[in-house]
Protein backbone atom coordinates (compact mmCIF):
# COMPACT_ATOMS: atom_id res chain seq x y z
CA UNK A 1 0.00 0.00 0.00
CA UNK A 2 2.47 2.59 -0.71
CA UNK A 3 0.19 5.37 -1.07
CA UNK A 4 -0.59 4.48 2.48
CA UNK A 5 2.80 4.13 3.51
CA UNK A 6 3.67 7.94 1.94
CA UNK A 7 0.84 9.05 4.22
CA UNK A 8 2.29 7.88 7.94
CA UNK A 9 4.69 9.52 9.84
CA UNK A 10 6.39 6.22 10.68
CA UNK A 11 8.40 3.27 8.70
CA UNK A 12 5.22 0.82 7.73
CA UNK A 13 6.30 -2.70 6.19
CA UNK A 14 4.72 -3.96 3.21
CA UNK A 15 2.12 -7.60 4.49
CA UNK A 16 2.28 -10.15 2.35
CA UNK A 17 -1.81 -12.39 1.30
CA UNK A 18 -1.94 -13.05 5.22
CA UNK A 19 -2.04 -11.00 8.51
CA UNK A 20 0.49 -12.70 10.77
CA UNK A 21 -0.92 -14.40 13.89
CA UNK A 22 -4.54 -13.49 12.50
CA UNK A 23 -6.98 -15.56 10.46
CA UNK A 24 -7.24 -12.69 7.68
CA UNK A 25 -6.18 -12.63 4.08
CA UNK A 26 -5.33 -9.56 2.43
CA UNK A 27 -7.15 -9.06 -1.03
CA UNK A 28 -6.41 -5.83 -3.16
CA UNK A 29 -9.35 -4.49 -4.26
CA UNK A 30 -8.61 -1.07 -5.84
CA UNK A 31 -5.31 0.27 -6.59
CA UNK A 32 -4.76 3.30 -8.99
CA UNK A 33 -2.81 7.07 -8.60
CA UNK A 34 -5.68 8.17 -6.47
CA UNK A 35 -7.44 5.24 -4.42
CA UNK A 36 -5.55 2.32 -2.89
CA UNK A 37 -7.40 -0.35 -1.12
CA UNK A 38 -7.12 -3.64 0.03
CA UNK A 39 -9.95 -6.07 1.80
CA UNK A 40 -9.23 -8.06 4.73
CA UNK A 41 -11.26 -11.95 4.32
CA UNK A 42 -12.01 -14.10 7.58
CA UNK A 43 -12.72 -17.66 6.04
CA UNK A 44 -13.23 -19.17 9.07
CA UNK A 45 -15.90 -16.49 10.83
CA UNK A 46 -17.14 -15.31 7.34
CA UNK A 47 -16.18 -12.09 7.57
CA UNK A 48 -14.85 -9.67 5.25
CA UNK A 49 -13.87 -6.08 5.78
CA UNK A 50 -14.12 -3.44 3.53
CA UNK A 51 -12.74 -0.01 4.99
CA UNK A 52 -13.64 2.40 2.24
CA UNK A 53 -15.70 1.33 -1.00
CA UNK A 54 -18.56 0.22 1.07
CA UNK A 55 -20.30 2.03 3.80
CA UNK A 56 -23.89 1.62 5.87
CA UNK A 57 -24.43 5.54 5.90
CA UNK A 58 -27.25 6.69 4.08
CA UNK A 59 -24.80 8.75 1.65
CA UNK A 60 -23.92 5.74 0.45
CA UNK A 61 -26.99 3.35 0.09
CA UNK A 62 -30.07 3.31 -2.83
CA UNK A 63 -33.66 2.84 -1.73
CA UNK A 64 -34.01 0.68 1.18
CA UNK A 65 -30.60 -1.39 0.85
CA UNK A 66 -28.06 -2.35 4.04
CA UNK A 67 -25.24 -1.72 2.13
CA UNK A 68 -23.72 0.67 -0.52
CA UNK A 69 -20.84 1.74 -2.67
CA UNK A 70 -19.00 4.65 -1.76
CA UNK A 71 -20.64 7.56 -3.85
CA UNK A 72 -16.75 8.70 -5.37
CA UNK A 73 -16.48 5.23 -6.68
CA UNK A 74 -17.25 5.10 -10.35
CA UNK A 75 -17.31 1.43 -11.46
CA UNK A 76 -18.73 -1.53 -8.96
CA UNK A 77 -16.61 -3.43 -7.69
CA UNK A 78 -17.71 -6.58 -8.82
CA UNK A 79 -14.73 -8.61 -7.52
CA UNK A 80 -16.45 -8.46 -3.83
CA UNK A 81 -18.65 -10.93 -5.13
CA UNK A 82 -16.05 -13.21 -5.02
CA UNK A 83 -16.86 -13.97 -0.49
CA UNK A 84 -19.78 -14.89 0.92
CA UNK A 85 -20.11 -13.32 4.08
CA UNK A 86 -21.66 -13.73 7.27
CA UNK A 87 -20.39 -10.75 8.52
CA UNK A 88 -19.79 -6.87 6.37
CA UNK A 89 -17.61 -4.77 8.32
CA UNK A 90 -16.74 -1.54 7.16
CA UNK A 91 -15.21 1.62 7.45
CA UNK A 92 -18.28 4.29 7.16
CA UNK A 93 -21.28 3.61 9.37
CA UNK A 94 -22.22 0.23 10.87
CA UNK A 95 -21.24 -2.80 9.99
CA UNK A 96 -23.69 -6.25 9.11
CA UNK A 97 -23.89 -9.03 11.09
CA UNK A 98 -27.54 -9.87 9.71
CA UNK A 99 -28.11 -10.61 6.04
CA UNK A 100 -24.67 -9.77 4.81
CA UNK A 101 -24.63 -11.58 2.10
CA UNK A 102 -27.53 -10.57 0.42
CA UNK A 103 -26.81 -6.74 1.09
CA UNK A 104 -24.06 -7.20 -0.62
CA UNK A 105 -25.09 -8.98 -3.76
CA UNK A 106 -28.18 -6.38 -3.57
CA UNK A 107 -25.38 -3.30 -3.50
CA UNK A 108 -23.24 -4.95 -6.24
CA UNK A 109 -26.19 -5.00 -8.58
CA UNK A 110 -26.53 -8.75 -8.72
CA UNK A 111 -29.82 -9.91 -6.92
Known amino acids: ?12 EATESAL ?3 AY ?13 AVLWND ?6 VP ?7 SFREDGDAVGIH ?3 EETPQELAEWDPDHI ?16 TAALGLD
Not at 52 to 58: A, D, H
Not at 91 to 104: C, N, P, Q, Y
Open 1 to 12: MSLTRQKLDVEA
Open 20 to 22: SES
Open 25 to 37: EVHMLRLDDEWEE
Open 44 to 49: ERKILL
Open 52 to 58: ETLGTLP
Open 71 to 73: PAV
Open 89 to 104: LVGHGTSLHEGAKAAL
